[in-house]
T-cell receptor
Framework: DAKTTQPPSMDCAEGRAANLPCNHS???????VYWYRQIHSQGPQYIIH???NNETNEMASLIITEDRKSSTLILPHATLRDTAVYYC?????????FGQGTELSVKP | GAVVSQHPSWVICKSGTSVKIECRSL??????MFWYRQFPKQSLMLMAT?????????EQGVEKDKFLINHASLTLSTLTVTSAHPEDSSFYIC?????????????FGPGTRLTVL
């Protein structure tokens, strides 16, 4: 089973930061949190992953709470092309079990 | 880097025929590849895990005799849908990673849309 829960949908204004929350309260100590996104009819695209510390790359930032029970993906300046379904996934021994994700709509 | 391709990108076949889908890691060697299926408006469902040179491990409820997986090299895995029926129509997606465990990132192919008439 997927170990994550996410809101089914969110809206964001173009140019603003998009903050996507994820709960993973049953995560184990050595399990990483991964974020992917899927644009309609394409394969998922890797965004970022982390274990304990906050992470940042050219696409996004990942903030993980100290107790590791939740995390937030931040897209600092959302564009229309960021409209997609975003999946927060706990890597379970190399397996990715997808939940339902959050459908992010970036609006002009 | 980390590019995964799939072929074909879409296929239409008649009921009862078999269809083979290829998944290739183009710029890295993939010790492990995964196959997923996605129905409209639903999330991805993991079907099986394949390690190079060994038999695939199927998830519960996935028929191994219907979905044949071969991972003969470090850059190629194939999924054959045998005796396809309309209910097998779906979006099939593969992913590949360089090594096992939670430390390795999976990179996904673009998917193959299968329509069985």
């Amino acid at each position: 089973d997927a170990k994550t829960t996410q809101p089914p949908s969110m809206d964001c204004a173009e140019g603003r930061a998009a903050n996507l929350p994820c709960n993973h309260s049953t995560i184990s100590g050595n399990e990483y949190v991964y974020w992917y996104r899927q644009i309609h009819s394409q394969g998922p695209q890797y965004i970022i992953h982390g274990l304990k510390n906050n992470e940042t790359n050219e696409m996004a930032s990942l903030i993980i709470t100290e107790d590791r029970k939740s995390s937030t993906l931040i897209l600092p300046h959302a564009t229309l092309r960021d409209t997609a379904v975003y999946y927060c996934i706990v890597n379970q021994g190399g397996k990715l079990i997808f939940g339902q994700g959050t459908e992010l709509s970036v609006k002009p | 880097g980390a590019v995964v391709s799939q072929h074909p990108s879409w296929v239409i076949c008649k009921s009862g025929t078999s269809v083979k889908i290829e998944c290739r890691s183009l710029d890295f060697q993939a010790t492990t590849m995964f196959w997923y299926r996605q129905f409209p408006k639903q999330s991805l469902m993991l079907m099986a895990t394949s390690n190079e040179g060994s038999k695939a491990t199927y998830e519960q409820g996935v028929e191994k005799d219907k979905f044949l997986i071969n991972h003969a090299s470090l850059t190629l895995s194939t999924l054959t849908v045998t005796s396809a029926h309309p209910e097998d129509s779906s979006f099939y997606i593969c992913s590949a990673m360089t090594s096992g465990g939670a430390l390795s990132t999976q990179y996904f192919g673009p998917g193959t849309r299968l329509t069985v008439l």
